[in-house]
């Protein structure tokens, strides 16, 4: 596709729901990476899929999230038993590279509403 | 450990005024470093960057930005300011080096212009 995208574009979900949210990268783009934005406030990374080395977990806020990717295609972030707290817009990028210099692309996001 | 501080919150300034929104950054080595753009309803947009040589650079929309190395600094600049600048505006910087290149984000800086 011509850009990063994402899906849904909005989520309502109930408090202790699973939820799984859906990124298409640029095709051919080696990195990936996930963000949560709560409002009025910055990106919190998430997790970054770096091409075929280990995925870097480092910013999952506990292990109700986790995230795969297969190869360089679709990645799948899912949140179990949500919370209100996870309440915010979930942003996914690519880069081409997994080189620090690279311009990373952002999808639209998908906002996430836990009742 | 690696940092982006973006000291400004929010900023308000007059359509047609100056800006300048601080970034500073603590880092081992010199970074890539980079400005993003959030406009309402829009998705993140790299502005400019910075990765060698001459240490003012260009960006899109009018921007430009300055490295100091002396100062830590990727300050973002633009002579007059329009309305439809008003969004927010985030600082990232990025390893030159190392197995891990992931993006390190200040918080972000609002701006809000005055008619």
């Known amino acids: 596709g011509a850009g990063v995208s994402q899906s849904p574009s909005n989520k309502v979900t109930e408090k202790g729901k699973d939820v799984e949210l859906r990124c298409d990268p640029i095709?051919?783009?080696?990195?990936l990476y996930w963000y949560r934005q709560r409002l009025g406030q910055g990106l919190e990374f998430l997790i970054y899929?770096?091409?075929?080395?280990?995925?870097?977990k480092s910013g999952l806020p506990s292990d109700r999230f986790s995230a795969e990717r297969t190869g360089e295609s679709v990645s799948t972030l899912t949140i179990q038993r949500t919370q209100q707290e996870d309440s915010a817009v979930y942003l996914c990028?690519?880069?081409?590279?997994?080189?620090?210099?690279?311009?990373?692309?952002f999808g639209p996001g998908t906002r996430l509403t836990v009742l | 450990a690696q940092s982006v501080t973006q000291p400004d919150i929010h900023i308000t300034v007059s359509e047609g005024a100056s800006l300048e929104l601080r970034c500073n950054y603590s880092?081992?080595?010199?970074?890539?470093l980079f400005w993003y753009v959030q406009s309402p309803g829009q998705g993140l947009q790299l502005l400019l960057k910075?990765?060698?040589?001459d240490t003012l650079v260009q960006g899109i929309k009018g921007f430009e930005a300055e490295f100091k190395r002396s100062q830590s600094s990727f300050n973002l600049r633009k002579p007059s300011v329009h309305w439809s600048d008003a969004a927010e505006y985030f600082c990232?910087?990025?390893?030159?080096?190392?197995?891990?290149?992931?993006?390190?984000w200040g918080l972000g800086t609002s701006l809000a212009v005055n008619p």
């Open positions: 990028a690519s880069s081409s590279t997994t080189s620090g210099d690279t311009e990373q692309f």
């Open positions: 095709s051919g783009h080696t990195a």
């Open positions: 899929f770096q091409g075929n080395s280990a995925p870097d």
């Open positions: 880092y081992g080595a010199t970074p890539y």
């Open positions: 910075y990765f060698s040589g």
């Open positions: 990232a910087v990025g390893a030159r080096a190392g197995n891990n290149r992931k993006l390190i």
